[in-house]
């Protein structure tokens, strides 16, 4: 299969790695000169984003944001630096194409982009993923997906390369429905599991020990085994960005509104996360969700480094 | 070796039984008859607190409170039916006995029972548990342990048949600082899988195929396995109850004020287990957070069953 790819980010390089190795022809677009070539070094073809459409079979998104994938599908009213007009790549999309949106963005988006993209006889599905870079580069991932049964069914063959698991969630949207869940879950396990290891850390216990025998019980997780050596080791490199966990929050937040559901413990995580962005740490991993449980006591700030916003963000260690 | 085993409850009496399995001669205790003779009919002996205290090489808690704990060591001022004054097993305990307490209490009740054994030459760990009903029936129990090495090295011994995984984590009252540690984590993301699944079920996704790819994801935890398909089926039996959750985190948070760690997350959680116990549902699982955040958004209430208060709690269902 030919595959158009926009996006080699931090997860898209990765997974559109994983395409090439699963023996497809893919085609990949970058805003960023760099990840092109990085992708071409690593087997993969370039092309600029209205040919690699017009020649593609299917084509993956993975963009940070809804405005981002309304840009790229349907253009954003920008001028080209050679002068012509910016326009989106869905008018050189061939009838029949799929597009398979892995970009985690509001639900109604996702619903409005696959009617504008119905009308052209080009097909929808989105698939946003969980798993973080790790899942991204062993080909793990859990991608969600909503669409009509035949899409889905042929989004699956698509997304297999890079996939762990996989779900038919609903029509078009309930992906980021449950991808929204997902990252309320995340944000809630990060946000406990830095108020646990803030406390363990100023008892004198062996953390080591601690987090050995807390992975035996009822509290373990994929985010204790993750981001816990993490915050110990102040290692917050990212991985997945305060700042686009902010966006996925806010998401969430978005769609409990609409479906009257209030969020307490999550409406809360929210907060801190913008107080960190705030702080200048929104570059950092999720991970750094310990620094505002912190911050907010006075304590030493996990990490150590400058931060992006030059200021000094206190010292590393377990103490 | 002879076991003493006080404490036959909903985690007690599996544990206990795990013993007798090893091949211990485990004489048990509990304040109510039934729960012994299960104990008896299940192949374990059974005798009064001091007999038990003064023939056991190791006599093991499992007790809902530190309040229990001092009672059953220590005594607790009140007359038994004979009309003698109640005294505590300790006065009975033989030097050199290993008292191995699985009971969650406050560290620094623990710290002090310690104190009060050892000017008797009696040896205490805190070695308390995590894995529920279920890791107690199975005997993979997740066992936290605080005290000197010789003596947990001993307790090893102790508690291996019901142990899944065990950790030396530091001087006595650590284990409890760990147990203390997990169930922040364990409340935490039990209540942020509350507000998901709240979420999800407002939104006509597809639940079971939801659950099945978050589980593949950064959001898999051991509690989404286990307690998301009791929230969706309406099953809030314990397993284990709100209450003793209650307890549980403000032990959490006593020892973070003594450590000096504000835990926003985790005093919001306390305040919503708190309106839980208040509006009649302290004896339910703690899987009943859920019910916390329907309440507040007026939804309908899971679990359906009229509560412990007498009043109607909703129907249950999926949405």
């Known amino acids: 299969m030919r595959i158009g790819f926009i996006g080699l980010g931090i997860m898209g ?43 593609s079979d299917a084509l993956v998104l993975v963009l940070p944001d809804g405005p981002d994938v309304e840009a790229v599908l349907f253009g954003d009213g920008s001028v080209d630096p050679g002068g012509t007009a910016a326009d989106g790549v869905a008018d050189h999309l061939r009838p029949g194409t799929l597009v398979v ?23 929808y599905v989105d698939a946003p993923v969980s798993g973080g870079e790790s899942g991204a580069v062993a080909g793990t991932l859990a991608v969600m997906m909503g669409g009509t049964a035949d899409d889905v069914a042929a989004a699956e063959e698509v997304v297999a390369p890079f996939a762990g698991s996989t779900a038919h969630v609903g029509p078009v949207g309930s992906g980021q429905l449950v991808k929204a869940a997902n990252q309320v879950l995340v944000a809630g396990n990060i946000a406990v599991l830095a108020e646990a290891l803030s406390l363990l850390r100023r008892t004198g ?6 987090l050995a025998v807390l992975g035996g019980g009822l509290a373990a997780s994929r985010v204790l085994e993750l981001k816990a050596p993490k915050m110990l080791a102040g290692d917050l490199a990212p991985g997945f960005r ?37 702080a200048g740490d929104g570059s950092l991993d999720h991970a750094a969700l310990v620094r505002a449980i912190e911050r907010l006591s006075g304590l030493p700030v996990t990490g150590g480094a400058v931060g992006p916003s030059g200021a000094p963000h206190g010292t590393p260690g377990r103490g």
Chains 1, 2 share one sequence.
């Open 13 to 55: 390089a990765p997974m559109a790695r994983h395409l090439v190795a699963a023996g497809h022809e893919v085609v990949g677009h970058n805003r960023s000169a760099p990840a092109v070539e990085a992708f071409v070094a690593a087997g993969g073809l370039a092309a600029a984003p209205d040919e690699l459409a017009a020649t």
């Open 242 to 278: 305060l700042d686009l966990h902010h966006k996925d929050l806010k998401i969430a937040l978005g769609a409990a509104e609409r479906a009257g559901v209030g969020l307490p413990l999550t409406g809360t995580v929210t907060q801190l996360v913008l107080g960190l962005r705030a």
């Open 205 to 210: 216990v062996d953390l080591d020990a601690a």
């Open 101 to 123: 949106d892995c970009s985690t963005i509001a639900p109604e988006t996702a619903r409005s982009a696959a009617a504008r993209l119905g009308r052209r006889g080009v097909r």
